[in-house]
C-alpha cells in the first residue's frame, strides 16, 4: 500500500514537472505559441520557406532577420542551418505588423514548438538582425544576440559577411 501511494506520488510530480518545463512563454500565458500553423515544404534559403497552409503552398520569409544570399560567402551554410531547424517540420507562423512584403511573401517569425527560429538562426550565427519597419517586435533582442554570436565567433561571422554596418532596410 505504501509503495503504490510513492509511485502515485512520484508519477504526480514527475506530471507537474512537465508542465512546469512546457510553460515557456513564447506567444501567450499557457506558453503556447498562437499563429498559423503549417508543415514546410521546401526550404528556400536561410531565411525563406514555402508552407503548405489550408491547402495552399505559401512563401514565407522570416521577419527582423537576413541570411547570406546565394552568391555570398556562408550561403550553404545558413540554409543548412535553417534546414536542420525546419524541415519537414509543422511550424507555427506569428504576425508582427506587416502581411507580406513586396513580392507578396508572407513575413512571420517562426516557430517549432517552443523553438523560435528566427531567434535560434540569430544566436547560432547564420543570420543578422535587420529593422524592417514597421516589424521591429524583435529587433532589439536579435541585435543583442548578434553581438553575441559576432563575438563568440559563431556561424557566418567569421566570414564578415554581416559586417556591412547597415542593420536597416
Known sequence: MILRLLLLMLLFFAAACDDVADSGGNGSQDGSVRGESGRVVQVIDGDTIDVMLDGEEVRVRYVG???????????ADAVAANRALVEGKTVT????????????????????????????????????????????QY?????????????AGRGCHPSGIFDDGNDKR
Open 65 to 75: 532577420v537576413n541570411t547570406p544570399e546565394r552568391d555570398e560567402p556562408c550561403y
Open 93 to 136: 507562423l506569428v504576425k508582427d505588423t506587416s502581411d507580406t512584403d513586396r513580392y507578396d511573401r508572407l513575413l512571420r517569425y517562426i516557430y517549432v514548438g517552443d523553438t523560435f527560429i528566427n531567434r535560434d538562426l540569430v544566436i547560432q550565427g547564420y543570420a543578422e538582425a535587420v529593422l524592417y519597419q514597421p516589424d521591429d
Open 139 to 151: 529587433f532589439s533582442e536579435f541585435s543583442d544576440l548578434e553581438r553575441q554570436a559576432a563575438r
